[in-house]
């Protein structure tokens, strides 16, 4: 289990995406160090449970379910969807208080988000708004990945676009000169994270867009990257023809993406990672999504390699100081936010349990 | 290694079976955390030694046997089976005290006993007596497995035969309706372990049974399980054909099995399973002992998986706190038995410390 | 990380065959617990660096050679061969301390030397002359293996040549006899290490050199071990045809080796080990350094595992004592030897500390 303060708790988290759950399946999930069993029964209401039968810690997610319940597949105990033990095989009583934890969630947009902390501070107004993944004008295919490494320093790797420049040149970037020639026109430090801003002008579309478009012609690029508290991340792209003029708001000649991008901590050293690349354009086409898709699993490769190395490094020796530079400074600043929100957190709880 | 008080140490344990040692070879087998060479010599005798050399730790399991003796294929030392060095190559004087330790072994009924604690406590009348193993009235065929999980938590499973419903219902239970319909009929709390048993009445057969008979017909199944410290289990099954008079005392109607079972931790999280389950019928077909022992490997499997993913839960989570049904009745007596043992050991040691 | 006083620090140590630089190849090798980059850039000079970019810890080997400097493919920050960090893109300034650790290197007859502590302390004429490497009269093949054990157990295992006669009868060895015939002759306490001497007169020849030589006559064989701090052996072997009077010096009927081997910690539980088996006959024929070589690995195949084995019992049971035998002469020694200056270099840099 983490240590108290390593994780924010009382936060919404994208535990899963709803089709993940589609057929009735038992998915056993390590959230935020917690074993959580999601499922969705006959009603089709998505449910989070403890994954451990209260009676001898068997995992649920072995078991079997019937109708929104799910039976424990050891001695066969039986819960309700709050968690409550509603049958004990060979026993006539079932005490009034034996079950297993459940967690609040809350389904909106093709994602099932979870509140691991205290169930009674959950309010469903809290989880961002993701208008993307219901409007029509976008189009995208929803896809996990897994990574062994703290989502913090994921979070640290979209906080700064120069990274596209080495890691992805040849994929989602497109060549050096963006690191180089280029800089955030503005950091925005928001009380919840941050949002930066950044162009590339007379440039050569990156692979990825190249693949889809088929046109070499140089664009005016725009990057928005907004990131949130705990790690919810919205990229905003924009590919407009080169001079047309869409850094003057004429985006006539522009193709535009939004990357929803969504981390949430299984351990303190790994992560789960849900997102969806949309597109705004020749949307009736599917093999653009399909497109898309497989050039950012291409480049999330990339990434995972280059920060489950660093998670290694940082692993073998606590001692191993980083130094920042200019660029961070996006990224120090969510630090910050991060911190101060779990020290309150934690705060919070002690006043509660001296109160 | 384990810490103190973990496991009970002045007790008889199967090391192996003695068809393990029939061709010389020198089995490395841990047993409660110690490093064992088991090996039967030119004599046929079993030896049980510490498996690494006195000398600079290389495992005397890669070594040679040379007639009862062992010699370490580093340097070449050689003990005889009390564990004494009997030879230096290239030095003339072997310090007399120089060797390595050797544990008591009984061998009987097949079975190699070892003593893992003080070898002048080692009484071989303590060991229990299994008449099955020996009797031309019984036949079957041993059997070995290994769980990652701690002993106790295999010892839980045997301790309430509802599992048998949920975890086996296509195998070794039959139907889950034996969960709900049957009770214990008597749990007997003994000094040194439990006693309970179980009847099923007009029950259909359960499929192992049924594979070997091929008779559909309705039987009424009784079930005494006897559980003795450390983790030596007797499970007595009958099956006669309902309403034969078979819980009346008339077994004319009813073939009946004994599952010998032992269990002998390896490490505080890992176990080694010696098993035979033996049938009272149709002896010359050698079909049939076959048939059983398949049946019961597949039935195995089924609680390796629940009790390994049960161990890994508990691992992940030290806090996490069982709660008790009523048919924990069993399990909570042995529970009792055995810690109240381990204590005793523990003073024991310590009173011979401070005298 | 290692503890203090694990490793003797201030010492040179092989980190490197020069050919596993020649390409280009940016080489990742943890060395006494430090995790380095090796490479040679456009100059032809061996480089070693710390492999952690200081900006966020990335591995600099999965970046960029650059002429004679590394460019990290995260952020695209470049270092010059001295860790100087010469280039951020995006950035005016580089901060003139910002960069990482380089260590010290020497090449030298086809090794690359790396220290480990202090640069002001490395002095190149501290390294260990090896002529055999550069001298013609010798040839063979640079190796390189990896062990799972600590070096000092290796070490062990060369200061004893019964070893020879058990682990290797069939490879390197030739016979049993070699242990219970023969003694050192003389065990030399060297300052900074030992020597031994072996001879085995009137002796079949070992499989390795009956192998190349296809000789099967009578052969006296001398062994001289030499064995220096931290861990570099020197084997100076001499087969000549028995009673040709090579043990009064006569070598006209001689065939010689010479086995240099190289031990340097990765890890406290793990090693890079470097040799050359070199022979002075049969210049011209390069099949007998590759069949000499073959010899070797599978020789040294045997030693890794008895080795390794002899580690896992270790690690299993910290409270495990080895019991001295006689010839234990020479590792006792070096043993003393080795922990003497580790405990010197302890004091030295504690006195730093308090002056």
Redesign the interface.
Known sequence: ?AKDGTFLMNCWYVAAWDHELIDGKLLARTILDQ?VLLYKGDSGRAVALD??C??????LS?GRLEGDCV???????KFDPTGKCVQ????DVVPAK?GVRSYPVVERDHLVWIWPGEAAKADPSLIIDIPYLRDPKWRGMAGYMHYDADYRLIV?NLS?F??L???HAKTLGGS?EY??K??PVAIERLENGFRVERWHMNANPPPFHRKVTRDDGLIDRRNIGLMYVPGVFFLESLFAEAGSGAEKGDFSKAKQYRNCQFFTPETPGSTHFFWNYLHDYDLDNPTVALSLHDSMVEGFMEDK??IE??QR??D??P??R??????DAALAHFRRVLERRIEAERLGLRQVAAG
Do not use: W
């Open positions: 289990m074993p994954n451990r209260c009676h001898r810690g068997a995992m072995k039976r424990c597949m050891y001695h066969g105990l004990i095989p060979g026993q034996l640290d700064d120069a990274h420049a080495f890691v050096e690191a180089f280029t800089k390699a280059i190395g660093q490094m940082l073998a020796d001692q191993f980083m130094h920042p530079i200019a660029s």
